[in-house]
């Protein structure tokens, strides 16, 4: 399977994951929380997993997950009266928001993923600066477009977001899930091409033996 083929079949995996999960999610949240207005449950987990995997092209299933985060609001949210909250503008609001989860390019640009999800502080560390400039970026989109300033309300709302976010990324980076796929088969590709190298060399070096013990076994029998 090509790389390109390969990119799309994960990310349509993970869209579909994503969306469900969080049709779910966001339903059982809102029972959590009284008065809540949950802006997503599972998608920055989804959105760190595919960022990491993909670089910017990770961002492609942003629409359809901020579609799942409306979907369950609308017609799914325990408490009636704050169903209309989850409308167009509201989805507006996400996609945007969705999007600050690009800082995690220039994160591992600087770091890379190897010592992100090796070290458990350096996980901690991206998953809180994830979601904390997820919620500032929420604040500000949505005061402008709902004239409503809601930073502190949305952290505590969200408040599981971030525990999924943790676990999730420490779950799945002790399972060498999180790791951006084009590196790491170039430098699997790298390693087999060291070892073949070393293989012949290696073959080489014991023709070259064998050429030189014929030559002193033949220098013997002539003296």
Not at 12 to 41: D, H, K, M, P, Q
Not at 50 to 70: C, D, F, H, N, Q
Not at 119 to 146: G, R
Request: hydrophobic share 50%; with cysteine; charged share 20%.
């Amino acid at each position: 399977m090509r790389l390109r083929k390969y990119m799309i079949v994960d990310l349509a995996i993970l869209t579909c994951v994503g969306f469900v999960a969080e049709l779910f999610g966001e339903y059982v949240i809102n029972r959590s929380i009284v008065a809540g207005w949950v802006a997503g449950s599972i998608s920055l987990l989804i959105l760190l997993i595919s960022t990491t995997r993909w670089g910017w092209k990770g961002l492609l299933p942003i629409p359809i997950l901020a579609l799942a985060v409306v979907l369950s609001g609308r017609y799914f949210h325990p408490i009636v009266r704050l169903r209309p909250n989850y409308d167009w503008k509201f989805y507006i609001v996400l996609v945007i928001s969705y999007l600050s989860i690009s800082i995690n390019l220039f994160w591992m640009k600087k770091i890379g993923y190897k010592d992100t999800f090796k070290k458990l502080w350096l996980t901690i560390l991206l998953c809180t600066v994830d979601y904390l400039v997820f919620q500032l970026v929420l604040s500000i989109v949505f005061w402008i477009i709902m004239k409503d300033f809601l930073f502190l309300a949305f952290i505590i709302w969200n408040a599981f977001t971030y525990v999924i976010l943790l676990v999730g990324s420490f779950i799945l980076g002790k399972q060498n899930a999180l790791v951006n796929i084009k590196l790491s088969l170039l430098e699997k590709s790298e390693e087999e091409r060291i070892e073949e190298d070393f293989k012949m060399q290696f073959e080489e070096t014991k023709i070259e033996k064998e050429i030189d013990q014929e030559g002193d076994s033949k220098d013997g029998k002539n003296s």
